[in-house]
């Protein structure tokens, strides 16, 4: 069999550690190239992953190339224009998380790719795990009973990222919410199985990352601390659900870094990260299901979905109508912690 040709778009730290080792290690695929913004970066990244050519002009790749799948790893605020151009061009696409910066763009991913037939994945990675394939399995059979209420925590105490453009407002979007609250509200929608949204009503702070200069995550400069450093938000789900959602960059909490959502059911409670089960039985807390360790090969495990669907295999995917379900949440909080009111959809 021929093998399918790929090009990732963005040559930084998700396409290294990710994209580029899953598609070499798969033998129906080949990299065969990688785009850009600075050449000699982009042949660099080349030379080192032994990829044959690299381009800094999306279009002269297409027409050179002709690729069949494109990994679009840029930062969020290109993930839109790569996504369209990869569709329009009759390619398959996995995009990194968020799939955007606003639901609009989102929403227009979604429409490309049913118009062009394609498959449009997002790496929100988390639900691929065997934690969330658990709890939702359980979720479903009634274990828990009706899950009344849900709380999802992706909180770093002094994670301010020091590298790429994670606290610039205009190429990010925002700060932990779009960049690691949307990992664990991914995976707790996936659990409930996409209820629909009625109400939000968030509250953000930047009290932290404009002060200081460094942290665990390394160096940034205060003076262009543009995102949030926590946001606190109260999702209104259908049936008169709540899901409750905290992230952070920077909070002081006692843990370095907290990522994981509990479900709060009539019948017994669950959280993800290990999976684990457990309700009250005259008033002793009992544990129903216990995992001792949290899957570590969801990344694997999102990748070979993807291609799957590429292949033709039916697999699970973070496909584009749930993709823009979740931008439309986020984009729903930062409206609410801007104008201090909650946002009906
Ligand atoms: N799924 C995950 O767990 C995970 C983890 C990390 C990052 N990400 C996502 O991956 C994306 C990239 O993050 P990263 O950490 O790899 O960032 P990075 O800064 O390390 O890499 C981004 C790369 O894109 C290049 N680039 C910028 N604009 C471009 C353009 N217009 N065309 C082509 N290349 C361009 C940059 O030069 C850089 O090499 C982000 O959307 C981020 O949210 C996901």
């Known amino acids: 069999m021929e093998k399918k040709k790929v090009v990732i778009i963005g040559g930084g730290n998700i ?27 982009a042949q660099a990244f080349a030379e080192k992953h032994a990829i044959p050519r690299f381009y800094t002009d999306a279009d002269k790749m297409y027409a050179a190339e002709k690729p069949d ?31 955007a910066i606003s639901s609009a763009e989102a929403w227009d991913m979604h ?8 498959v449009l994945a997002y790496n929100f990675h988390n639900r691929f795990a065997e934690d969330v394939k658990i709890i939702r399995e359980k979720a479903a059979s009634g274990m828990l009973g009706d899950i009344y209420v849900t709380k999802v925590q992706a909180l770093r105490r002094n994670g301010i990222p020091g590298w790429g453009y994670f606290t610039n407002k205009e190429l990010q979007g925002g700060g932990p919410l779009i960049d690691i609250g949307v990992h664990m ?3 707790a929608m996936y659990v409930l199985g996409f209820p629909a949204v009625k109400k939000v009503t ?11 200069t460094s942290g665990s995550f390394g160096e940034w400069d205060p003076e262009k601390y543009e995102v949030e450093d ?37 019948q017994a409670g669950a959280t993800l990260f290990p999976a684990h089960i457990y309700t009250d039985e005259g008033g002793e807390l009992v544990t129903l299901y216990q995992k001792t360790k949290a899957d570590q090969n ?11 669907n590429c292949l033709g295999k039916e697999a ?24 201090g009111e909650s946002v009906s959809l």
């Open 185 to 187: 509200l991914d995976a």
């Open 15 to 41: 396409a290294e550690t990710v994209h580029v080792p899953y598609y070499q290690t798969a033998k129906e695929f080949e990299v065969v190239a990688i785009v850009g913004r600075n050449a000699a970066r």
């Open 316 to 339: 699970m995917i973070a496909d584009g109508e749930q993709g823009y379900i979740i931008q439309r949440i986020v984009e729903a909080l930062y409206e609410s912690a801007e104008k």
């Open 69 to 99: 799948i494109v990994s679009v790893c840029t930062p969020n605020s290109f993930h839109y224009a790569s996504v369209m151009k990869a569709l329009e061009n009759g390619c398959h696409v996995l995009c990194e998380k968020p799939p």
């Open 230 to 266: 926590s946001l606190f938000g109260f999702i209104e789900l259908e049936g008169g659900h709540l899901l409750q959602i905290e992230t952070s960059f920077a909070l002081n909490i006692k843990e370095d870094s907290i990522m994981n959502a509990e479900f709060m059911g009539d």
């Open 202 to 212: 968030a509250k953000q702070f930047q009290k932290i990352g404009t002060k200081k």
């Open 298 to 308: 969801c990344q694997l495990k999102s990748m070979a979905a993807f291609v799957d």
């Open 111 to 118: 429409q490309a790719a049913k118009k062009y037939n394609k």
